[in-house]
């Protein structure tokens, strides 16, 4: 599997992840935030429009993984080189699909296990969409897996498993259905959570990382002539070295080629156990514990050398091809036997189907010679009897025609009469028939006109209901309108009562001040009677003295009885205090 296909197993996951609907499609402003962030991890160049202009023919909406894979053929993968972290790259697409298919309730271990199982699932996974996982490769895992834990391997579980697998006639299990599988628990029951942990990381480390081995070994400075401790990682083209096995600090690689050696050397300075390994440019002198890690350390770097050589992949590469292969042959063999098995199977049913003809045959061709012989007995019986009863029967044909003429004719009658019958009883069908489909017809005129009675009678309620409603709101209103007129025309009647009263009341007053008027008027013309007597007199005597008269008081009031014995500020006084009056006694009332 090239590095092509390493990359589009975790890009599927992410394609499939932004597929909501399962429509196998995806939009195209969510390709654009893939797209970029795939640029991004790889570390090459994004160009925004590019989507765009490479679909601007295709303009009907989401984008399939068909339709998207040109694209990025053209602008991601074939600009991609090996300046990026894949761990980074995985992670990406990890969290993209992971938190859409993936349920860590029921799980027994951290996301970070997950995400190695997930990666170690695209490694093992054949190179087929919608991507699997083979009942082999899963064996191989949890074998492997059982190993790193230094637990036993229990055979019956797994057949058990298997055959549970098969029953559903399942080829394999998806990514997510994998991790739940390790995740669960199932085949590392007892087994405490840290274990599995690190089982997990080995596995991830072997087949993903693609370390070979690892361990602490001593170190020989080049600048300061120190031995320092460090943690060695071992891949196929380089030894790392880091500060600790965290390898949270990475210190230096030793980059293995095909010009690189490896070669023991003697105890030296108080150092044992030492080996050499020569690079190009420069050399590493490296010391192990004890001499069994020094030899494993010199046989593992020297496989390494040999096999970057002969320019072959990592061993867990070339296992996993390996087995691939193998079950490409067994495949192949068992097809081939299924084949065999399916030709032999019809060759046995066609020789069957030939022996049971010619059993048939046989079993024909005696049931025939059989039928034959009886055929001849009994013609040659028939013959006999017939020679014995010739003479009878030439006595007996007369009888005999004249009782097939007789019957005959009496089937005839019975048969026309038959016929009759049944003429009558077709006819009587028939009006039956009609009188039941006029019967269904007066029926459905009922029924319409029965269904249009209701509704008139559902309509004329209708207009009843309403007339009885304004009919009752009519006499709610009449009755409110009736007592407000009879309590107004009450209060008119007590109104023109008090009215009424003041009125006889003011004309006994104007009555009783005409009078005075008349008293007063009486004793003014004698005053002035006097007066003008007086001045004359006066006037005869003095005439240089003239009497000033008084002058008129003010404009009079003038009535209907004549002049007022009151002024209009009297009338205005004597007004407000008769409505006084009756706004008091309206109040007692």
């Given amino acids: ?182 995740g669960m628990g199932l085949f590392t029951i007892g087994m405490h959570r840290q274990t599995v942990s690190m089982g997990i990381n080995e596995v991830f480390q072997e087949l993903i990382l693609e370390v070979l081995k690892q361990g602490y070994l001593m170190k020989k400075g080049h600048k300061r002539k120190n031995w320092t401790e460090r943690w060695f990682l071992l891949r196929l083209h380089s030894v790392s070295y880091y500060v600790g096995e965290d390898l949270t600090e990475k210190k230096g690689d030793i980059i293995l080629d095909g010009n690189s050696c490896v070669e023991p050397l003697p105890d030296k300075d108080g150092r044992k156990c030492l080996f050499i390994v020569r690079c190009s440019d420069k050399s590493f002198e490296i010391s192990a514990s004890d001499k069994k890690k020094k030899q494993e350390w010199i046989q593992a770097i020297q496989t390494c050398i040999h096999t970057v050589r002969q320019g072959l992949s990592s061993p867990a590469r070339a296992a996993r091809q390996q087995r691939r292969e193998l079950r490409e042959r067994l495949r192949a063999q068992q097809d081939q036997l299924q084949e065999g098995m399916r030709r032999l199977q019809v060759s046995n049913e066609s020789n069957q189907r030939e022996l049971e003809a010619m059993r048939k045959k046989l079993q024909d061709a005696a049931a025939s010679a059989a039928q034959e012989e009886r055929r001849r007995l009994q013609t040659q019986q028939e013959l006999q009897d017939r020679y014995r009863t010739d003479l009878e029967r030439e006595k007996m044909v007369r009888q005999q025609m004249e009782a097939q003429v007789a019957q005959k004719s009496s089937e005839l009658e019975q048969y026309l009469q038959r016929v009759r019958e049944l003429e009558d009883m077709y006819r009587r069908l028939e009006e039956a028939l009609e009188d039941e489909r ?152």
């Fill in 1 to 182: 599997m090239g590095r092509r296909e390493e990359l589009l197993k975790p890009i599927w996951h992410a394609f499939n992840a932004l597929d909501v609907d399962k429509s196998g499609k995806v939009s195209k402003s969510q390709l654009k935030v893939l797209s970029h962030n795939l640029c991004t991890v790889l570390g090459i160049a994004h160009d925004p429009v590019a989507l765009e202009e490479h679909f601007k023919d295709n303009d009907e909406g989401p984008v399939s993984t068909q339709g998207y894979m040109p694209y990025l053929d053209r602008f991601i993968l074939d600009k991609v080189r090996d300046n990026f972290d894949r761990l980074d790259f995985n992670k990406m697409c990890w969290t993209l699909s992971a938190r859409k298919n993936l349920n860590t309730n029921r799980l027994l271990i951290t996301d970070e296990d997950a995400f190695k199982l997930w990666c170690i699932f695209n490694f093992l996974s054949e190179d087929k969409y919608p991507l699997i996982i083979v009942i082999e490769e899963i064996e191989f895992f949890l074998r492997r897996l059982m190993e790193a834990m230094g637990a036993t391997w229990v055979e019956e579980s797994f057949e058990s498993y298997r055959m549970n697998l098969h029953s559903r006639r399942q080829q394999g299990l998806s990514a997510w259905e994998f991790i739940e599988l390790v």
């Fill in 438 to 589: 006029q019967a269904r017809q007066d029926e459905e005129t009922m029924r319409k006109l029965q269904a249009r009675l209701l509704e008139e009678e559902a309509c004329k309620r209708a207009e009843l209901e309403n007339l009885h409603l304004q009919q009752q709101r009519a006499m709610y209103q009449t009755q409110a309108e009736k007592q407000e007129l009879e309590k107004e025309r009450v209060e008119k009647e007590r109104a023109l009562q008090a009215a009424m009263t003041q009125l006889d009341q003011l004309e006994n007053e104007r009555r009783g001040a005409l009078q005075q008027y008349e008293e007063v008027t009486k004793k003014l013309e004698q005053a002035t009677n006097k007066t003008k007597n007086w001045k004359d007199k006066v006037a005869q005597q003095e005439g240089l003295i003239r009497l000033i008269q008084p002058g008129a008081k003010g404009p009079q009031m003038i009535t209907n009885w004549g002049p007022a014995a009151f002024t209009e500020a009297e009338l205005n006084l004597r007004e407000q205090d008769w409505q006084q009056r009756n706004k008091d006694r309206w109040t007692a009332e």
